[in-house]
Nanobody, 123 residues
Framework: QVQLVESGGGSVQAGGSLRLSCVAS????????MGWYRQAPGKQRELVAS???????NYADSVKGRFTISRDNAKSTVYLHMNNLKPEDTAVYYC?????????????????WGQGTQVTVSS
C-alpha cells in the first residue's frame, strides 16, 4: 500500500506565496515522476507541474515563472512553491505520483493521488 499526504494549502491574498508538500509512504520500491494537478469548481482537473526522477520539470503555461516544483528523493517528497498567486489559482491541488511497488516476485507501477489540499487566493 502507498499513501500520499499533502500539506501546505491555505488562504492568501493575491501576490502572496504558499508551499505545498506531498509525502509518499508505504511499500515503495521506486518513485518515478511526481506532479501537482488542480481542480477549480466547475472545471476539469489540470496539470500544474511535473518533475521526473531526474528532476526534469514541466509547467502549465499559466504558472510558468511563478511556480516551482522540486523533489527530495531521500524524503519521498515533492514540493510546489507558489509565488505571486492570483485569484485564478484558487483550486484544490492534488499530488500525483507514479510509484513502483514490489509485488511478489515482480514489480508494478501505478498512479497514486493525494487527498487534495485547498488553495484560496483572494483579490
Amino acid at each position: 500500500q502507498v499513501q500520499l499526504v499533502e500539506s501546505g494549502g491555505g488562504s492568501v491574498q493575491a501576490g502572496g506565496s504558499l508551499r505545498l508538500s506531498c509525502v509518499a509512504s508505504g511499500s515503495i520500491f521506486r518513485i518515478n515522476s511526481m506532479g501537482w494537478y488542480r481542480q477549480a469548481p466547475g472545471k476539469q482537473r489540470e496539470l500544474v507541474a511535473s518533475i521526473t526522477r531526474g528532476s526534469s520539470t514541466n509547467y502549465a503555461d499559466s504558472v510558468k515563472g511563478r511556480f516551482t516544483i522540486s523533489r527530495d528523493n531521500a524524503k519521498s517528497t515533492v514540493y510546489l512553491h507558489m509565488n505571486n498567486l492570483k485569484p485564478e489559482d484558487t483550486a484544490v491541488y492534488y499530488c500525483n505520483t507514479h510509484i513502483t511497488t514490489a509485488q511478489g516476485m515482480g514489480f508494478m507501477t501505478d498512479d497514486y493521488w493525494g487527498q487534495g489540499t485547498q488553495v484560496t487566493v483572494s483579490s
